[in-house]
């Protein structure tokens, strides 16, 4: 799996769009990007992922630039609900590293009030 | 759906005492992994299956066993509890390629 960069910490106030950035420079073309999120204490949840086009769901957009070596999630409207460590991963999505997801520091995102 | 069911939530055992932390989906999910978290950190894969029947080694295995004789459940074995294995514990699921995982609420284990 590829490495990726993350900022150890970041701030956003409650209402705004919280974007929080991931470096992947040495993906390769059939790595996907997933992110998660951990809320303290609990286990971690699914927010999104993408290969190539941007996407987005219920919880988030995902952007993916057009060389792929960086990508940004994008929280539209921050709550402080949204307080969490934030994780991108990159992965190849095959055979046995289908059950194998490895996990770095992540982005602690503080929503403040 | 139960999802992903992590029994017990909370654990202290002596150094040198064995133990099984149970995991069970009910989601038909085919791959399985157990992840520990210390203090600070982030999470360390342990074991992984793709099937029944199919295990193999994460990050740090050392000291924890695992088995999948079905589908639906992944139990860890810890073979001598030692203090260096006290952490919380994270039991995960996904159906396919392309999917997300599903984690369980966790088991905090202390080892005396």
């Known amino acids: 799996d590829a490495k990726t960069t993350q900022p150890t910490s970041m701030d956003c106030a409650e209402g705004r769009a919280a974007n929080l950035p991931c470096n992947h420079s040495?993906?390769?073309?059939?790595?996907?990007v997933y992110w998660y999120r951990q809320i303290h204490s609990q286990g971690p949840q699914y927010i999104i992922h993408?290969?190539?086009n941007n996407e987005t769901n219920e919880m988030a957009s995902l952007i993916i630039t057009e060389d792929r070596k960086s990508s940004t999630l994008i929280l539209p409207h921050a709550t402080l609900r949204d307080t969490a460590v934030y994780y991108c991963?990159?992965?190849?999505?095959?055979?046995?590293?289908?059950?194998?997801?490895?996990f770095g520091r992540g982005t602690q995102l503080t929503v403040w009030p | 759906n139960a999802g992903v069911t992590q029994t017990p939530k909370f654990q202290v055992l002596k150094t040198g005492q064995s133990m099984t932390l149970q995991c069970a989906q009910d989601m038909n999910h085919e791959y399985m992994s157990w992840y520990r978290q210390d203090p600070g950190m982030g999470l360390r894969l342990i074991h992984y299956s793709v099937g029944a029947g199919i295990t193999d080694q994460g990050e740090v295995p050392n000291g924890y066993n695992v088995s999948r004789s079905t589908t639906e459940d992944f139990p860890l074995r810890l073979l001598s509890a030692a203090p260096s294995q006290t952490s919380v514990y994270f039991c995960a699921s996904r159906a396919t390629a392309g999917a997300g995982y599903t984690f369980g609420s966790g088991t905090r284990l202390t080892v005396v």
């Open positions: 993408g290969l190539k």
């Open positions: 040495t993906i390769s073309g059939n790595e996907y």
């Open positions: 991963i990159v992965r190849v999505d095959r055979g046995s590293t289908l059950g194998r997801l490895y």
